[in-house]
């Protein structure tokens, strides 16, 4: 059982940069791939990066390639969502999400609770 808690959403100009982190229970954190996905208003929730465990592997939205960066710290339990050149296209609600074998990372079997970016322009 897993329980994930959002951070660091908040309002920021286009071309500007974020920080988002998600704090994981648990003593088993490093066996889990862990995910940011997104909604957007009026959208279907997409998916947006996932690493795997060790954090050695890491995979993108097109969408996102080459100015998003996801990595972990298993040390603090903890997963990051850096994001740079943000987009008014980004705005959305991140949601944090882990999955117990890389089949379940397009269909996490926990969520966060969500935190909301907002780019203007």
């Known amino acids: 059982q897993v329980q994930l808690v959002e951070s660091g959403g908040g309002l920021v100009q286009a071309g500007g940069s974020l920080r988002l982190s998600c704090a994981a229970s648990?003593?088993?954190?490093?066996?889990?791939?862990m995910s940011w996905f997104r909604q957007a208003p009026g959208k279907e929730r997409e998916f947006v990066a996932a690493?795997?465990?060790?954090?050695?592997?890491?995979y993108y939205a097109d969408s996102v390639k080459g100015r998003f960066t996801i990595s972990r710290d298993n040390a603090k339990n903890t997963v990051y969502l850096k994001m740079n050149s943000l987009k008014p296209e980004d705005t959305a609600v991140y949601y944090c999400?882990?999955?117990?074998?890389?089949?379940?990372?397009?269909?996490?079997?926990?969520w966060g609770q969500g935190t909301q970016v907002t780019v203007s322009s």
């Open positions: 999400a882990a999955a117990k074998t890389i089949v379940a990372v397009y269909n996490p079997d926990y």
């Open positions: 648990g003593r088993t954190f490093s066996s889990y791939r």
């Open positions: 690493i795997s465990g060790s954090g050695g592997s890491t």
